[in-house]
């Protein structure tokens, strides 16, 4: 199977950066894609940023903001954040889809991001 694990999140004032890292181990196919998810109280989960290769996907919400890189060697993904504010306020979670076996998505357990004053 496979294991995902995030850290980074914290609280932070508004117009700050955070980093976000997550890290993929187990049975991670060669084919994968790893993204980033948040779900404010309330609200359903939305997808913040994906990475596939050297393609990468934002939502409006966030582009020119986050920044998503990759460190396939290492399984690792991380979430660049700038220039916050009190509406991304979230648990964020990070999503391995494996295209090879064993076929899935698995999720972290998501670490908390709170921009405030």
């Known amino acids: 199977q496979v294991q995902v694990v995030e850290s980074g999140g914290g609280l932070v004032q508004p117009g700050g950066s955070l980093r976000l890292s997550c890290a993929a181990s187990?049975?991670?196919?060669?084919?994968?894609?790893m993204a980033w998810y948040r779900q404010a109280p309330g609200k359903q989960r939305e997808l913040v940023a994906s990475?596939?290769?050297?393609?990468?996907d934002y939502a409006d919400s966030v582009k020119g903001r986050f920044t998503i890189s990759r460190r396939n060697a290492k399984n690792t993904a991380v979430l660049e954040m700038n220039n916050l504010k009190p509406d991304d306020t979230a648990v964020y979670y990070c999503?391995?889809?494996?295209?090879?076996?064993?076929?899935?998505?698995?999720w972290g357990q998501g670490t908390q991001v709170t921009v405030s004053s």
């Open positions: 999503k391995v889809t494996n295209w090879g076996d064993p076929v899935g998505d698995y």
């Open positions: 187990g049975s991670i196919s060669s084919v994968n894609t």
């Open positions: 990475q596939l290769g050297p393609r990468t």
